[in-house]
T-cell receptor, first 115, second 107 residues
């Protein structure tokens, strides 16, 4: 199936730990993204990668780092996890940078709970 | 910067028609998109308007007025499965979302 897949779906971890979320897309899209959805369902862009280059880095803590080994993968590493990092993290991809009629395809999300 | 405003919640009954409004502010306009998200699910792309007017896709339609910085999503013949959150969004260098409208459809 063509899709954006991310793992794990659920992640429960203790404060201070380091964790990674993996994302892969087989749609042949040019750009991949990480979004954070908080408890109020607000979707906020975290990172965007185009052809393995970071093109937007919003004001997220530097504990968060995206890593893209190739065009089809964009992983998210989080160091020294804090309680406030608890949220649902979505990976997404699009054919271009989002301008125009190129809808984003989202992964199923990773629910991160920091205890 | 970009910002979007939409109602936080809308309720309706099965078979009815509901309209979810969205007003936006942006310095560069590339169109207005709509996404649907069921509880526990991923946002899914519904529609996109770049020009003024109504775009129809089955039971869903989306409208845009660029002069008013306003758009809406129209859902007809509501079904229980339409209960979800609906987001308007501005494409640009990335996609900026509104805070979402929770639609509750009752029998």
């Amino acid at each position: 199936d063509t899709a954006v897949s991310q793992t794990p779906k659920y992640l429960v971890t203790q404060m201070g730990n380091d964790k990674s979320i993996k994302c892969e897309q087989n749609l042949g899209h040019d750009t991949m993204y990480w979004y954070k959805q908080d408890s109020k369902k607000f979707l906020k862009i975290m990172f965007s990668y185009n052809n393995k280059e970071l093109i937007i880095n919003e004001t997220v803590p530097n504990r968060f780092s995206p890593k893209s080994p190739d065009k089809a993968h964009l992983n998210l590493h989080i160091n020294s996890l804090e309680l406030g990092d608890s949220a649902v993290y979505f990976c997404a991809s699009s054919q271009e940078t989002g301008r125009g009629n190129y809808g984003y395809t989202f992964g199923s999300g990773t629910r991160l709970t920091v205890v | 910067g970009q910002s979007l405003e939409q109602p936080s919640e809308v309720t309706a009954v099965e078979g009815a028609i509901v309209q979810i409004n969205c007003t936006y502010q942006t310095s560069g306009f590339y169109g207005l998109s709509w996404y649907q998200q069921h509880d526990g699910g991923a946002p899914t792309f519904l529609s996109y308007n770049a020009l003024d007017g109504l775009e129809e896709t089955g039971r869903f339609s989306s409208f845009l007025s660029r002069s008013d910085s306003y758009g809406y999503l129209l859902l007809q013949e509501l079904q229980m499965k339409d209960s979800a959150s609906y987001f308007c969004a501005l494409p640009g260098s990335t996609l900026t979302f509104g805070k979402g409208t929770m639609l509750l459809v009752s029998p």
